[in-house]
């Protein structure tokens, strides 16, 4: 099974700052990760599919990078709405698997 | 635009079955596989299990031994059964697509509500 690790657990974060969230994969995954957010009582929305392609209708500040081991989540221009969990998904293998989540609140 | 629906008991006792459905609505069944996940109240994201429009099916090995999932082509249907439930189980169930991509599998893009399920004595 593909352990999927992500970094910080929790970051405090001004509006208008960067976030930048990283996961690491505990084995090569090429480039099948995907970010989802999820706010709470709400269910997951998708984000970034493939490390870097932005899903349709998701605001531009969202963007992905990296392949193999290592990913990132970055969240340019933080706004008030962004507060959520956000949380990595490999599909390279099954089982399929998700990091532990990072949340972003606003400071 | 593509909607799922899901529907099932949210209140189990211990060494009952769970049991949910979700309904596609406003798309093809076939060309996806069909997922269902879990969140522990306060927790992370579990994969369950999958399922095709043939009714192919991959299951997590940690729940494999009491899942169940299921396909009703003609409803555009697919259901999810856990036998032997405990208190371990409860949780948010959520249903969600996954296109059939060239090589392997690809990302969840549609997600249903979620349906809250406690087992509890």
């Known amino acids: 099974e593909i352990v999927l690790t992500q970094s910080p657990d929790f970051q405090s974060v001004t509006p208008k700052e960067k976030v930048t969230i990283t996961c690491r994969a505990s084995?090569?995954?090429?480039?099948?990760l995907h970010w989802y957010q999820q706010k709470p009582d709400q269910s997951p929305k998708l984000l970034i599919k493939?490390?870097?392609q932005s899903f349709s209708g998701v605001p531009s500040r969202f963007s992905g990078s990296g392949s193999g081991t290592d990913f990132t989540l970055t969240i340019n221009s933080l706004e008030a709405e962004d507060a959520a969990t956000y949380y990595c998904?490999?599909?390279?293998?099954?089982?399929?698997?998700f990091g532990p989540g990072t949340k972003v609140d606003i400071k | 635009q593509v909607q799922l629906q899901q529907w099932g008991a949210g209140l189990l006792k211990p060494s009952e079955t769970l049991s949910l459905t979700c309904a596609v609505y406003?798309?093809?069944?076939?060309?996806?596989?069909w997922s269902w996940i879990r969140q522990p109240p306060g927790k992370g994201l579990e994969w369950i299990g999958e399922?095709?429009?043939?009714?192919?099916?991959n299951y997590n090995p940690s729940l494999k031994s009491r899942v169940t999932i299921s396909v009703d082509t003609s409803k555009n249907q697919f259901s999810l059964k856990l036998s032997s439930v405990t208190a371990a189980d409860t949780a948010v169930y959520y249903c969600?697509?996954?296109?059939?991509?060239?090589?392997?599998?690809?990302?969840?893009?549609?997600w249903g509500k979620g349906t809250t399920v406690t087992v509890s004595s």
């Open positions: 969600a697509r996954t296109p059939i991509a060239a090589a392997g599998r690809s990302c969840m893009d549609v």
């Open positions: 406003g798309g093809s069944f076939s060309g996806y596989y």
């Open positions: 399922i095709n429009h043939s009714g192919s099916t």
């Open positions: 084995q090569s995954i090429g480039s099948s």
């Open positions: 493939y490390a870097s």
């Open positions: 998904h490999q599909s390279s293998s099954l089982p399929f698997t």
